[in-house]
């Protein structure tokens, strides 16, 4: 038998995790060899099992997938990863992409199209559904938009937005991103300020918008 290939799953969502894992068991050539269920357990089993694939979603708790991708990339730059999201637009397709993914499907055409997806990405080529690929040109086109806020933030201010828009007071995000709560109000300040928002809950719904939560449990 040639060499399996490996791969990480990184889906919060049982139901969705089983059903990608049975799909790949169905074929001797992939191994499953991780599951997080959040973009830092995602980062931290990466590390220590080296998957060949990672099949990553992108609305991941506590560091979602674009930022885990964005990381993972810099550190681990011949993993190949693979979006998978519920969003078809194409600013969050261009957002993974940027990231460093080398693939991406929306999670109604994942069972169909996930295997033609490893195998492209393994070829050192670019897997994205057709679904998507229209939007992906728009997104393209609108990307040096000077207005664009997101593109303003930095990468903490991403982990701070998304951890208030999931419902963490100041000091829990402080306590999971080793930070002072000063550190963190200001963080907060800047958003408000760069998103033109008058609140967390401003916050929250610009989040959800974006893709960068979700209000999914």
């Known amino acids: ?10 889906e919060d969502h049982e139901i969705m995790r089983e059903a990608l894992r049975s799909l790949l068991d169905e074929h001797d050539e992939y191994v499953v060899v991780a599951e997080a269920q959040n973009g830092r357990e995602a980062i931290a089993l990466a590390a220590s099992t080296r998957p060949d694939v990672i099949v990553m979603d992108i609305n991941l708790p506590e560091l979602n997938g674009i930022e885990a991708t964005r990381r993972l990339h810099e550190d681990f730059p ?23 993914a080398r693939g991406y499907l929306p999670k109604t055409s994942a069972a169909r199209e996930l295997i ?6 393994m070829e050192g080529k670019v897997y994205v ?10 997104a393209q086109r609108m ?13 903490r201010e991403r982990e701070v937005l998304q951890l208030l ?11 999971k991103l080793d930070l002072s709560v000063p550190t ?6 800047h958003l408000l300020q ?23 449990s």
Not at 184 to 189: D, K, Y
């Open 1 to 10: 038998m040639e060499k399996q290939i490996k791969l990480l799953l990184a």
């Open 78 to 100: 011949n993993m190949h990863i693979i979006g998978l999201s519920v969003h078809e637009k194409g600013r969050m397709v261009m957002e993974m992409m940027n990231a460093g």
């Open 116 to 121: 033609d997806a490893i195998n492209t990405v």
């Open 129 to 138: 559904s057709s679904s998507v690929l229209s939007g992906l040109m728009d």
């Open 143 to 155: 990307s040096s938009h000077p207005d664009d806020a997101f593109a303003r933030l930095t990468e």
């Open 165 to 175: 828009a999931e419902g963490y007071a100041t000091k829990e995000v402080a306590d």
């Open 184 to 189: 963190v109000h200001t963080h907060r300040q």
């Open 194 to 216: 760069k998103l033109d928002a008058r609140g967390v809950a401003d916050l929250v719904r610009y989040a959800i918008r974006e893709g960068i939560t979700s209000t999914e």
